[in-house]
Every structure is written in C-alpha cells, then in structure tokens.
C-alpha cells in the first residue's frame, strides 16, 4: 500500500475561494452551533487577514490533485482573552482554523499542518504559539499535547475552552 503525503503550501489569492469553502464547511461540520453567527470575520475579509497583514498566513494541505485534505491559519495574538495574555517581549501568534477533512483525519494531516505553522511562527519572529480549543472536540486536547502544546488555562463554563501554548525559539 502506497501512502500519499499531501504537499503543504501558503495560500495565495489564487487559493482564496477554495480555502474559504473548504474552512467554512469543516467548521460548520465540527462546531455546527457557530453556523448561526455565519461566516467568522477572518474567512469573510480572508485576503486582508491572511494575505495582506504583517505576521499573518494561511497554509492548505493539498493532494496530488489539488484537493484541499486540510488548513490552518496563523495571525498575530491580540491579548484579548483575560487568561491568555503575554508579554511585549514575548510576542505570540494564534494559531487558528486547523480543520482537517473527515477522509483525512488521523493520517498526518494534521501534523504536517501544525509544524508548517509553527515554522511560519518562528520565521516571523514570534516567541509563542498559542490557541484555544474546545474539550467537546473530541481529540482536539490530546492532538494538540502531541504536537508540543502544554494546557495554561481552561474556562469552567459552556464552551469547555482548552488555552494552550507552546514555545517556538
């Protein structure tokens, strides 16, 4: 049996529509109760968000065929969640958006993604990756402690939110 690697790219405008359908429908597929609110921000305004702004991207996993298997995104971390906040000195990026199609999932995808971001994150040089995740995500905590994050915060309330970092320097 032969195993196909997907090739991992930074999406360009080219990619745009693809990348905004293909994160919009695995959202909506894992998280179907933020479908209410529509699109997030950052899939509507994706070329400013992703293309456009310093420290920012948006890497896809592709297949041999240019089928999109998965994708996630980096964007420069705010300091607007209270249990989440770092230092001047200690820039971080957010990891978000890492949706892998069902075909996909458990097979590397992910993984392949994850260090393609962390990459990107040391490059632009920022210090810390963090992201939130959901412990109703089944997986999603255990995936993210193999990829090297270590849990800092969790929120007690409905959403279950996971607050994860790791050191990238």
Same mark, same amino acid.
């Given at each position: 049996?032969?195993?196909?690697? +997907?090739?991992? =790219? !930074?999406?360009?405008?080219?990619? =745009? ?20 609110? /529509?699109?997030? +921000? ?15 991207? #948006? ?6 065929? /240019? ?5 996630? /995104?980096? !964007? +420069? $971390?705010?300091?607007?969640?209270? @249990? ?6 200690? +820039? ?21 993604? @994850?260090?393609?971001?962390?990459? #990107?994150?040391?490059?632009?040089? $920022?210090?810390?990756? $963090? ?13 993210? &402690?193999? !990829?090297?994050?270590? =849990?800092?915060?969790?929120? &007690?309330?409905?959403?279950? @939110? ?8």
């Amino acid at each position: 049996m032969t195993v196909v690697s +997907p090739v991992i =790219i !930074q999406a360009r405008e080219e990619h =745009i529509a693809d990348a905004v359908a293909f994160a919009a429908l695995v959202r909506e597929e894992v998280m179907p109760m933020f479908a209410v609110n /529509g699109m997030s +921000p950052d899939l509507v305004n994706f070329s400013e968000h992703y293309l456009h702004q310093e420290g920012a991207g #948006f890497f896809l996993a592709l297949s041999e065929r /240019g089928e999109i298997w998965g994708c996630i /995104g980096v !964007q +420069p $971390y705010d300091n607007r969640i209270e @249990t989440a906040k770092y230092e001047a000195n200690r +820039p971080a990026a957010e990891i978000v958006k890492c949706y892998v199609a069902a075909s996909s999932r458990r097979s590397g995808v992910g993984s392949l993604l @994850t260090a393609e971001a962390k990459r #990107f994150i040391a490059e632009q040089g $920022y210090s810390v990756a $963090y992201l939130h995740t959901h412990r109703f995500l089944k997986g999603a905590v255990d995936f993210w &402690q193999r !990829q090297g994050f270590a =849990i800092t915060a969790e929120d &007690q309330d409905e959403w279950q @939110t996971v607050h994860m970092d790791a050191s990238v320097k």
